[in-house]
């Protein structure tokens, strides 16, 4: 079975940085985009960032611009975000996914930033 085994979350407080990693089995890894999604409670999913099959694209979502960094190493079939100048707001459960035609998620992180 494909598995996107999701890890590094944790408590910070505002201001602190965590390093969420993402290891990829059995697919395609370095041939596909891949996503990070996170879900704040009692909130829908939202799209956090992605990186080409290569690494040489990235994209953000506003509200992570600036402090947030994604990157992926291919030979370790890893995907990572750099979490920086955390927020309250970024408290959420964060998935690495890769998205489309299939679709596979990881079992998500948790990340809590306290104020």
């Known amino acids: 079975d494909v598995q996107l085994q999701a890890s590094g979350g944790g408590s910070v407080q505002a201001g602190g940085s965590l390093r969420l990693s993402c290891a990829a089995s059995?697919?395609?890894?370095?041939?596909?985009?891949m996503t990070w999604i996170r879900q704040a409670p009692g909130k829908g999913f939202e799209w956090v960032s992605d990186i080409s099959s290569g690494g040489g694209s990235t994209k953000y979502a506003d509200s992570v611009k600036g402090r947030f960094a994604i990157s992926r190493d291919n030979i370790k079939n890893t995907l990572y975000l750099q979490m920086n100048s955390l927020k309250p707001e970024d408290t959420a459960v964060y998935y690495c996914a890769k998205l489309g035609t299939p679709n596979y998620w990881g079992q998500g992180t948790q990340v809590t930033v306290s104020s």
């Open positions: 059995i697919f395609a890894f370095s041939s596909n985009v």
